[in-house]
């Protein structure tokens, strides 16, 4: 054999080319493998970190409307103080009934302005490159 020859034998053999990307395939598949495993391993202990933090953010939420409710009884109870009781649960119960009605009303005016749900200013901006290009490709 000669000294260039793929194939040398003795203390300074060399594998064939062959036997390399073979070798060099099974190792990057494995390594992808594991790469793979590693990744779900992360993302499965990722999801039960997230379900967890949601969890605590609907009890906080649960905590938060109890909290609400607890301040709207503490405001009836003062102002109880200086009138019957049913006219101080009466006037909160307006002003409340009030800011829904504020709220929902905002809420329809922000939901109109976002009707319909389709990006119009982007498929007008396709449809005028649309038309641009068949302009350009009739001369």
């Known amino acids: 054999m000669t000294a260039d020859s793929p194939h040398r034998t003795g203390a300074g ?25 590693l990744a779900q391993a992360e ?3 990722k999801g039960k970190r997230f379900g967890k933090g ?11 409307v109890l909290t ?11 102002l109880s103080l200086t009138m019957d009781v049913w006219l101080a649960a009466l006037i909160v119960t307006g002003v409340l ?11 329809k005016q922000q939901v109109g302005k976002a009707s319909p749900p389709t990006p119009e200013r982007t498929m007008d901006s396709v449809k ?3 038309a641009e290009v068949k302009e350009k490709a009739q001369r």
């Open 13 to 37: 053999a060399q594998e064939p080319v062959g036997d390399l990307v073979q070798r060099a395939s099974q190792q990057l598949s494995q390594l992808v493998r594991d790469e793979m495993r």
């Open 43 to 45: 993302m499965t202990e």
């Open 54 to 64: 949601g969890g605590l953010f609907g009890g906080a939420g649960l905590v938060g």
């Open 68 to 78: 609400l409710q607890a301040l709207v009884v503490t405001v009836i109870a003062a």
């Open 97 to 107: 009934a009030a800011i829904t009605a504020l709220m929902a009303a905002l809420g």
């Open 128 to 130: 005028a490159d649309v």
